[in-house]
Nanobody, 115 residues
């Protein structure tokens, strides 16, 4: 089992920045994938960004150039630096951890971007 604890999020004005963190604990293997998804009201959950344990990243087109995902393997922690935030980035952001084809989810953290 893997447990995920998220932090960060909150309310910010358009153009501002926020950083999300997610720490994983439990039975963690060397090879894994960590990432962030988000879900806005009335919409499906979508991938925001992901990063492999080797550092390979993947971003949704809507956040490329504004968001940066990174990780600290020693701490089993993934970060999402969000810059130039837009109102359409408003959503609940979920940390995701995957290893051996099993996915784990964080509890979610609200990000609200005002006009």
């Amino acid at each position: 089992q893997v447990q995920l604890v998220e932090s960060g999020g909150g309310l910010v004005q358009a153009g501002g920045s926020l950083r999300l963190s997610c720490a994983a604990s439990g039975s963690i293997f060397r090879l894994n994938l960590m990432g962030w998804y988000r879900q806005a009201p009335g919409k499906q959950r979508e991938l925001v960004a992901s990063i492999t344990s080797g550092g390979r990243t993947n971003y949704a087109d809507s956040v490329k150039g504004r968001f940066t995902i990174s990780r600290d393997n020693a701490k089993n922690t993934v970060y999402l630096q969000m810059n130039s935030l837009k109102p359409e980035d408003t959503a609940v952001y979920y940390c995701n951890f995957e290893q051996t084809y099993v996915q784990y989810w964080g509890q979610g953290t609200q990000v609200t971007v005002s006009e």
